[in-house]
Nanobody
């Protein structure tokens, strides 16, 4: 399984970015997908997840109301729309695939994910 994240960049506070993660796997639709981020000197933290079935979503409190996760199973792609960006959102963002098919397994924990993309840098600065 390969995950390829893209869409990061430099944006001013209050701006928006849309991250994409393409999954090279035929079973994409059977797995919950997640986004995590890691700022310099900090641990990797959960951002958002979208379930395999009906696509229910879960967000970290810090991004709720500003970020939206979505998926296109026909394109094997998961997205993270980020609005009202703040300097505190600066980090490397990683997409990941849950370890267990057809379940929401430890979706808020990095331990629940078995495959990771390479990360894409998001910098929010004026």
């Amino acid at each position: 399984v390969q995950l390829q994240a893209s869409g990061g960049g430099l944006v001013q506070p209050g701006g928006s970015l849309r991250l994409s993660c393409a999954a090279f796997a035929r079973t994409f639709s059977l797995f919950t997908m997640g986004w995590f981020r890691q700022a310099p000197g900090q641990e990797r933290e959960f951002v958002a997840a979208i379930s395999w079935g009906e696509g229910s979503t879960t967000y970290a409190d810090s991004v709720k109301g500003r970020f939206t996760i979505s998926r296109d199973n026909a394109q094997n792609t998961v997205y993270l729309q980020m609005n009202s960006l703040e300097p505190a959102d600066t980090a490397v963002y990683y997409c990941a695939r849950n370890r267990v098919a057809k379940r929401d397994y430890l979706i808020r924990s990095s331990g629940g994910y078995g495959y990771w993309g390479q990360g894409t840098q998001v910098t929010v600065s004026s």
